[in-house]
């Protein structure tokens, strides 16, 4: 039987050869052993640690599994502010940079550049205090981000303990490398499932859910880029610390320096050359004056220090022929049009449709439906028409008409350009009206139905700030709600269970509730049915909209304005990370399946609403108005006179309400 003095010295052992394969092997990209082996040896230590818990440490290889699901992810305020880069595309705009940067200086020189390969990642921080992994946080704004830890220990090749007393704040990207998102691709194919769109969101969305497991089950890498404290005097040495403390870098092998402009635009070139062969995706280059005590006297402007840029490589080009130009209207009002065209793949994802900004843009580019276009990917990430390729244009074809769009695509609505902007607004109504209205319509009865969140509570919610977007609705806390004029704590309570209570909807309710234009409650139904996930009506085409009976031009072209819209594909990401899941019912079978309905006047036992609802939850088509197709018109109190006047010339079948409650039977 083994003594707690004998298993102490074994399991001290055994962390010590696991913790060195896992830096060889995940570090180092070379091993020591077999991957079998060390599993054996992992199991061993697990067995030992269960028959002496209280020999356990944080630290432990055994401690990467992965916990319970959260709830949430708790808010931390950085101790330094967490900054993005400017970005520069050309050689001019670098020595620019650097001219604006030396006239600041002390001397008027810099001495020294240090560069790193830029990762296309998710940035994180983690933190560590007295050698032991501690806790995970991502970038958020800059200033507050996400306590992510319980996903973050769970990446093999971030160390739990590191050599260093004190606070370590160590900063980098958590990524994929391309071959293991190949492979998890290939796992999605296999099993009929929606494929991934790029590595980076694939680890940024790993990261940000809420259960472990997922993370645990995902080859996600850590890359260091920087040591925030202890401060060194330079980024190569801190760069140097971060690899002798067991961290994984971009630039494997050595830190590149240099002191003339003319060797750092040879290393941009060169490394242009090679970045296809790299593990990982990059977009560019991360540029840095090396001396970190010039660094931070020369400060932030705006959102970018002064001392950093990041030099983006020419983004990867094709060509595609512009089927229509749709205008999507944001929720500040705003018009922004849309080009969409034929499905192209572009820097490994698909495009369907790509900003064009503003009508000057247009204008600018003279584009026109039916051009043959160049796209590429601004920073590798967004897809934009660079140049119309006038010489392929067919005959025939006439300059976009802007404001002619606005009213064929948006009739009701009245637009204005105020002076001094590019962008036309809808006329008359404010950002928080329109955000107002909207999330009153997706909490409305045909939509998700959210008890509490009438026009008041709503008003209530926006005007203090609580709610910006529909996905805020699902970070809602209480005691937040609470302490609002209109609200108790029994109140806020009730509202947010109710909000939470529509997390998993009818998909054809969840469309309805997102208020796409000219998308009303059969449309919706319609649209759930012919593609059965959001995402799969996101990725629609326009053909493959009006092949669906009913839809139109019209319709087709709002729908593919809202999938478009940048700002409503963020919300959605938003709503599916924080555990919103509509689910398809298919009701091809169901007892009235097939058939179709019209409700007119008032009925004793049902209202109109939840008497429609009713048939649609038995499979049927509600509509408004009597055609040759209709199965019935159901009449109570008062009937439109016109509806029934045209069923009895077509003689479609009068049902009286109790024969409408003897068919819901």
């Known amino acids: 039987m083994t003594t707690k003095n004998e298993a102490e010295q074994r399991i001290r052992k055994l962390r010590e050869l696991i913790n060195e394969y896992r830096y060889h092997y995940h570090v180092l990209d070379e091993s020591i052993m077999s991957e079998a082996a060390a599993d054996s040896l992992k199991h061993e230590l697990s067995q030992l640690e269960s028959e002496f818990p209280g020999l356990i440490t944080p630290d432990s290889p055994t401690q990467r599994v992965a916990g319970k699901p959260l709830d949430k992810f708790d808010k931390v305020t950085h101790v330094k502010r967490m900054i993005s880069l400017a970005d520069v595309f050309s050689e001019e705009e670098v020595k620019d940079w ?12 810099i001495k020294e550049f240090f560069t790193d390969i830029k990762m296309d990642g998710l940035a994180c921080a983690l933190h560590y205090q007295d050698g032991l992994f501690v806790k995970g946080v991502t970038r958020g704004n800059g200033l507050v981000g996400e306590d992510v830890t319980m996903n973050v220990r769970t990446i093999e090749n971030i160390p739990l303990r590191i050599d260093e007393p004190g606070h370590v704040e160590v900063r980098g990207e958590i990524i994929l490398f391309k071959k293991d998102f190949d492979r998890l691709q290939e796992i999605q194919r ?26 645990a089950s995902r080859p996600l890498k850590f890359m260091a880029y920087d040591l925030v404290s202890p401060n060194l005097p330079t980024h190569s040495e ?10 994984r870098t971009s630039n494997e092998d050595r830190v590149f320096k240099c002191n003339e402009t003319k060797e750092l635009f040879d290393y941009i070139k060169t490394l242009d050359d090679y970045r296809k062969g790299l593990l990982f995706n990059t977009d560019g280059m991360v540029i840095k004056i090396n001396d970190r005590k010039i660094y931070d006297e ?34 500040t009002g705003a018009a922004t049009p849309v080009a969409i065209f034929d499905p192209v793949n572009l820097a490994g994802s698909t495009i369907r449709h790509a900003t064009l900004h503003n009508a000057d843009e247009i204008a600018r580019l003279d584009l026109r439906i039916g051009d043959t276009v160049i796209i590429y990917k601004a920073g590798d990430i967004i897809p ?68 509490g969140l009438g026009e008041k509570n709503v008003v209530a919610l926006v005007d203090a700030g609580l709610v910006k977007s529909v996905a805020d609705l699902y970070r809602l806390r209480p005691e937040k709600i609470a302490q609002l004029e209109r609200f108790a704590e029994l109140s806020a309570k009730n509202l947010t269970d109710a909000i939470a209570n529509s997390k998993k909807p009818q998909l054809s309710k969840f469309i309805t509730a997102l208020g796409i234009r000219h998308v009303g409650t059969q449309t919706a139904i319609a649209l759930a049915n012919q593609f059965k996930s959001i995402d799969r009506l996101a990725e629609a085409t326009e053909e493959q909209l009006l092949d669906i009976p009913d839809i139109g031009k019209v319709v087709a072209e709002s729908i593919l304005a809202y999938f478009a819209d940048e700002d409503n594909l963020r919300v959605l990401a938003e709503l599916k990370v924080l555990g919103v899941a509509p689910i398809f019912e298919d009701l091809s079978q169901a007892p009235l399946a097939g058939k179709s309905y019209i409700v007119s006047g008032t009925l004793a036992s049902y209202n109109r609403e939840a008497a429609e609802e009713k048939l649609r939850s038995l499979g049927a088509t509600v509509t408004s108005s009597v055609v040759k197709t209709t199965t019935a018109l159901i009449i109570g109190d008062k009937p439109g006179a016109s509806k029934l006047t045209k069923a009895e010339k077509l003689g479609i079948p009068i049902f009286s309400e109790a024969d409408f409650l003897n068919l819901i039977k």
Not at 102 to 107: A, D, H, N, R, Y
Not at 238 to 247: H, S, T, V
């Open 190 to 215: 296999k099993k009929g499932e929606k494929e991934f769109a790029n590595p980076r969101n694939l680890a940024a969305g790993t990261i940000r859910q809420l259960d472990p497991k997922i993370a």
């Open 98 to 109: 650097i001219t604006r940067n030396e006239k600041l200086i002390p001397g008027g020189k």
């Open 384 to 451: 934009q028409v660079k140049e119309v390729l006038t010489s392929l244009r067919p005959e025939g074809t006439a300059p976009f008409n802007y404001e002619a769009a606005l009213k064929a695509q948006y009739p009701e609505l009245n637009f204005e350009r105020p002076a001094g902007e590019v962008v036309y607004r809808v006329k008359g109504e404010s950002s928080d009206f329109i955000l107002k209205r909207s999330i009153e319509y997706y909490a409305s009865k045909p939509a998700l139905d959210i008890d």
């Open 238 to 247: 801190a760069y140097i610390k971060l690899r002798e403390l067991g961290f």
């Open 298 to 331: 020369l400060g932030i402007v705006g959102k970018t220090p002064r001392a950093a840029v990041a030099f983006k490589f020419p983004a990867e080009e094709t060509t595609t022929r512009i089927k229509d130009i749709v205008i999507s209207i944001g929720r």
